[in-house]
């Protein structure tokens, strides 16, 4: 959008104006010089350098920035010798020109007083710089180029950065430190300054003044307003509705009445009867006329009220360039300042985006970019050796999909590979070798999420120290998003991204929770169910429900949400399920009404962060209806299943309980005893446990079990006398039994077999799923 689009100029001041125009003018020559870079031979990108040159030339004689006049000419003398092919654009050549664009625009970021201090405390860098640029021409290889210039103070002046576009410009360039790779030239120290813990790129503007972020505000609530108003009109219809039964059902009693007076001969009934027919008539009429009009008025109202909150909407959204402009720099500077070479090529740029998220997604985009080019990207002779070309190339494609943002970023790398992860989970003890090397590709690439988790042997100043993907798995979670990662090793890296096309209008799942209505997104509501009473049972005064196998903890939302207990007397429980992986559990509230789409109201500042709770909004019919925060609302679970103070749901709890199967395991070891007891207690069973052979027998004879796993070699009884006596006595032999043992020559299998075991498990080779699907084989599920 041009500046002379963004209304009236006049309130800028000269310097504001120059500005505007260095910013726009400087990413025209960023991105020209990029695109000459890669297609050396096309001439047709230097005109409009040329042309951006001149501009900036003309604008900073007219605020008197001679410095700034000297550049320009500088760069045009250079595009001018290339256009006519006496000057051939060579990368060292570029980064003296993307130095001289870093210097313009730091000059044009500096207010009207900071100026001249400024260029008379950098005069010898600024001179050298100059000096450069002019001799463009006979620049020795490697380049030598002046140190950084300090960095750019943030822009001044309300409503510039509205007026000046959206995006931003990386900072002045750094010339390499000793020992650099050859030909990084002035970007080596480019990452240090892209490296900041917002993750956005230096000097970024906000892609919206604040003032501009309260008319939107504003804006929306009151075309959410609006749409309300419609929808009311929807209650008084029906009531209109029913009023016109009613009417008709009087006016039927009344034609009855006329045609029995009208039967007897008192003429002057009947005449009277007659008039209360005719005057009924033109009644009839206007009320069936008049609903007409009203729902004529609603259908409107409402179409206006969502075209209002469309159009509003629509203001919000930015095209995906103006949060994206700056990466090919970034990517090109650093990859240089590692002696690579890569691209970032950019598809979708056109692609609608809500500004706030176009912004909260930099930083995680930056770091999935400074990832592949730090740790996916090979040199050029690693790639030539793989048969690849020597240029890497990274592509971001964004695009609207089932009514998302989806942002896809693959390379053509290396790869990540799996065995690298596989040992470093295992060396760092995050799970067993054995473990380990069961993990799916899926599996192990998810660990790359966790936080302090790289593959790097060494860290530097731009990664290897484990902070990046987290960062980027993190942020997106907070957008309601979801970051999912594949790999192919030695073809490349692809990381994808979903995001909501707009945080302002939320799709929501409504529900009832002690009287209250309360809002769940719909992207973080796995499934609805209904749970009957008796599915529910308590385990460790834990209560859980089956479903499709997995256990499902069960939780009050109205305990969660600190508003007492939960009434829940119901024969089936309303259920809505959340989180995802190990944390998932399933909110009991008291109602489901349906899924509606809302006009997200922020809570006033004043009331700080309610725990719990992220946004509010007005339901159709205005009703105030708080949004839940459901990351949030984990914490507070886990926070309550640690400190044990979960409430219980189910009726007859105690009863509830008696209803699981239970399982006696016999085994003189305290580590394999505690070790069977936890797998078993977590897949549901009531598990006991006994120390030797006449432990367990004692205890066998006075419970009611549906299993016995017991040891061999025990003392005082081993397990085969044990198995011996429960088959031989009168309640007990029906009772399944399986032995678990070191032993595992076919004459032991043998002997325990015949003394009546169902089952015979070796300890040398089982695994937590071997004895869980031999318990499944004997007794099923752990349910009665």
């Excluded at 390499?176 to 956005?200: I, N, Q, T, V």
């Excluded at 919206?208 to 209650?235: T, V």
């Excluded at 009867?273 to 009644?283: D, E, G, R, T, V």
């Excluded at 925060?629 to 105690?654: F, M, N, T, W, Y």
């Amino acid at each position: 959008m041009s500046h002379d689009q963004n209304g009236d100029l006049s309130q800028f001041s000269m310097q504001d104006l120059f500005r505007m125009e260095a910013e726009t003018q400087t990413m025209i020559l960023t991105d020209g010089l990029l695109a000459l870079e890669r297609h050396s031979g096309d001439t047709a990108a230097i005109e409009p350098m040329m042309r951006a040159a001149h501009s900036i030339k003309g604008a900073a004689a007219i605020v008197g920035l001679d410095v700034v006049v000297q550049l320009s000419h500088g760069m045009e003398d250079a595009f001018i010798a290339a256009q006519h092919g006496k000057l051939k654009l060579t990368p060292n050549r570029v980064d003296a020109l993307l130095a001289g664009v870093d210097l313009v625009l730091r000059v044009s970021r500096l207010d009207d007083a900071g100026v001249a201090p400024w260029l008379a405390a950098n005069a010898a860098l600024i001179q050298k710089t100059m000096a450069t640029i002019q001799g463009i021409a006979f620049l020795p290889e490697p380049l030598d180029l002046p140190p950084p210039f300090p960095s750019a103070p943030p822009v001044a002046g309300p409503g510039v950065a509205e007026a000046a576009g959206a995006g931003s410009m990386p900072e002045p360039l750094f010339e390499p430190e000793p020992g650099s790779p050859p030909g990084a030239g002035p970007a080596a120290e480019a990452p240090r300054a892209l490296a900041e813990e917002a993750g956005a790129a230096p000097g970024a503007r906000p892609l919206a003044p604040m003032k501009s972020a309260q008319n939107f505000d504003r804006l929306l609530s009151l075309a959410s307003e609006s749409r309300i108003n419609a929808h009311q009109m929807h209650p008084f219809l029906q009531a209109m509705q029913r009023f016109k039964r009613n009417q008709s059902s009087l006016f039927a009693v009344v034609e009855q009445l006329h045609e029995a007076i009208s039967s007897g001969g008192d003429a002057s009934l009947k005449e009277k009867s007659l008039l209360a027919l005719q005057k009924a008539q033109p009644l009839k009429q206007f009320v069936l006329e008049h609903i007409a009009d009203f729902e004529n008025w609603e259908r409107r109202m409402l179409n206006v009220s969502r075209s209002m909150v469309d159009e509003v909407l629509a203001m919000r959204m930015r095209p995906f360039r103006d949060g994206v402009q700056h990466f090919p720099r970034m990517v090109r500077d650093l990859a240089r300042s590692l002696g690579k070479e890569v691209r970032l090529e950019i598809l979708g740029e056109d692609t609608l985006v809500d500004r706030d998220i176009l912004a909260r997604i930099e930083s995680p985009l930056n770091h999935v970019l400074r990832n592949a080019v730090d740790h996916g990207m090979e040199d050029a002779a690693e790639r030539g050796a793989a048969g690849k070309p020597a240029t890497g190339v990274i592509v971001m494609e964004a695009r609207h999909r089932a009514g998302m943002l989806s942002i896809e970023i693959g390379d053509d790398g290396r790869g990540v590979d799996l065995e690298r992860i596989r040992r470093a989970v295992v060396e760092r003890k995050m799970a067993s070798a054995t473990m380990a090397a069961a993990m799916s590709q899926a599996e192990l690439l998810e660990f790359l999420f966790l936080p302090a988790f790289s593959l790097k042997d060494s860290a530097t100043e731009i990664s290897g120290r484990g902070v990046g993907l987290d960062i980027v798995h993190d942020t997106i979670r907070q957008q309601n998003g979801t970051v999912r990662i594949e790999s192919e090793l030695g073809k490349g890296f692809r990381t994808s991204i979903t995001l909501p096309l707009t945080q302002s209008i939320v799709r929501a799942l409504v529900v009832d929770i002690k009287g209250e209505a309360y809002a769940i997104p719909i992207v973080k509501v796995e499934r609805v169910l209904k749970v009957a009473q008796e599915a529910i049972h308590t385990l460790e005064n834990k209560q859980f429900f089956d479903h499709g196998g997995e256990h499902l903890g069960l939780v009050s939302a109205a305990q969660v949400l600190e508003l007492g207990d939960s009434g829940a007397t119901d024969a089936e429980l309303p259920v809505v399920v959340v989180g995802g992986g190990a944390r998932r559990y399933a909110l009991v509230v008291d109602a489901i009404r349906g899924e509606q789409s809302l006009a997200v109201q922020a809570i006033d500042p004043i009331f700080g962060k309610m725990r719990d709770i992220s946004a509010a909004a007005l339901l159709d019919d205005g009703e105030p209806v708080l949004i839940l925060d459901v990351p949030d609302l984990l914490l507070s679970i886990d926070k309550l299943l640690h400190e044990g103070g979960l409430h219980q749901l189910a009726r007859g709890g105690h009863a509830e309980r008696r209803r699981m199967k239970r399982i006696l395991v016999v085994d003189d070891s305290l580590t394999v005893r505690e070790m069977e007891r936890k797998l078993l207690a977590a897949r549901g069973f009531e598990v006991d446990v006994a120390i030797d052979g006449i432990d367990g027998w004692n205890v066998v004879r006075s419970g009611d079990y549906d299993l016995v796993i017991t040891d061999v070699d025990m003392p005082r009884m081993d397990g085969i006398e044990l198995v011996n006596l429960i088959k031989k006595d009168l309640h007990l032999h029906k009772l399944p039994v399986m032995i678990v043992s070191y032993k595992d020559r076919p004459e032991d299998r043998a002997r325990g077999m015949s003394a009546g075991a169902d089952y015979y498990l070796t300890k040398g080779s089982f695994h937590d799923e071997t004895l869980l699907d031999a318990v499944a084989d004997l007794i099923g599920d752990a349910h009665k």
